[in-house]
């Protein structure tokens, strides 16, 4: 298991303390974003940064980005490897849901790694369908990485008791939305699928980056999912996201996958 050192900044000022008042802890009222930095670069940077723009815009967040890119660049080239986690509140206010109108507070964590390992594909993991359900959110937040995780958090738990590195999660209709903490891709027919994120479920970065690269190759992915009882259909499946990039699943509630066919997809993909 990877050790990491912990620091954190507070609007680019070193500090361990949190404010009792700040939004972030009173409400979940804010964003966040975890960034792999890889010799001092931060990997997809790009939609990061353009996520957490999207969910200021939608929240009405004050953020100033321009001091935001700089400090996270300062911080990723300090760090060298290891992950660059910012969260945006809104800050500290009185008692009440109405929010001040003010700048929202950044902070910026950095969890440094002892290795730099760069592995595109992880090894291939045992997984499952989970039993917990995402509900549906309000479409201002749909596909947002708000504060707000107690989902993840009691599916957390669930995975933990199966001994799973990840696992697949429905929505309350019995569809497939992603798992606990990536998003997934699953070949059905020779053609790979991603499900849609519309009421439920996260956009995350590293999906966005497969789909744009499946396009450029003129083999784009269907936005289209499968119901609980059609898992049967999935001949092969991965996880992704920022920090583990590609996970292939050698085996779906005991039933064996084909692992080949996600690393030929990332072999042609990277």
């Not at 950044?106 to 969890?111: A, D, G, K, P, S």
């Not at 999935?234 to 690393?263: D, H, K, W």
Request: glycine residues 8%.
């Amino acid at each position: 298991m990877t050790e990491f050192n912990i620091t954190t900044f507070k609007n680019g000022v070193a500090s361990t303390a949190i404010n009792p008042f700040d939004r972030a802890f009173l409400y979940g009222d804010g964003l966040f974003t975890s960034v792999r930095i890889y010799e001092g670069q931060p990997c997809l940077w790009s939609h990061h940064l353009y996520r957490l723009q999207q969910g200021a815009q939608r929240l009405s967040l004050d953020v100033d980005f321009k001091q935001l890119e700089l400090d996270a660049l300062q911080k990723a080239a300090l760090l060298v490897n290891g992950v660059l986690k910012i969260i945006i509140s809104r800050g500290d206010s009185e008692r009440g849901y109405l929010p001040p109108k003010q700048p929202a507070v950044v902070y910026i964590q950095l969890f440094q790694a002892e290795s730099k390992a760069n592995d595109l594909v992880m090894s291939p993991i045992e997984s499952g369908v989970l039993l917990g359900q995402l509900g549906q959110v309000m479409p201002q937040l749909a596909g947002l990485k708000t504060l707000n995780r107690l989902e993840q958090v009691i599916l957390r738990q669930e995975l933990a008791t199966y001994g799973w590195a990840e696992g697949l999660v429905c929505d309350v209709n019995g569809l497939v939305v992603e798992g606990v903490y990536s998003n997934c891709f699953f070949l059905v027919g020779g053609q790979w699928w991603t499900p849609p994120i519309y009421c439920s479920g996260i956009l995350g970065v590293m999906r966005t980056e497969i789909i744009e690269r499946m396009q450029a190759q003129d083999n784009p992915p269907l936005f289209q999912t499968l119901h609980l009882n059609d898992l049967g259909r999935i001949e092969a499946l991965f996880f992704c996201n920022a920090l583990t990039q590609i996970v292939p699943v050698r085996q779906l509630n005991g039933r064996i996958l084909n692992v080949s066919a996600v690393t030929t997809l990332a072999n042609l993909l990277f």
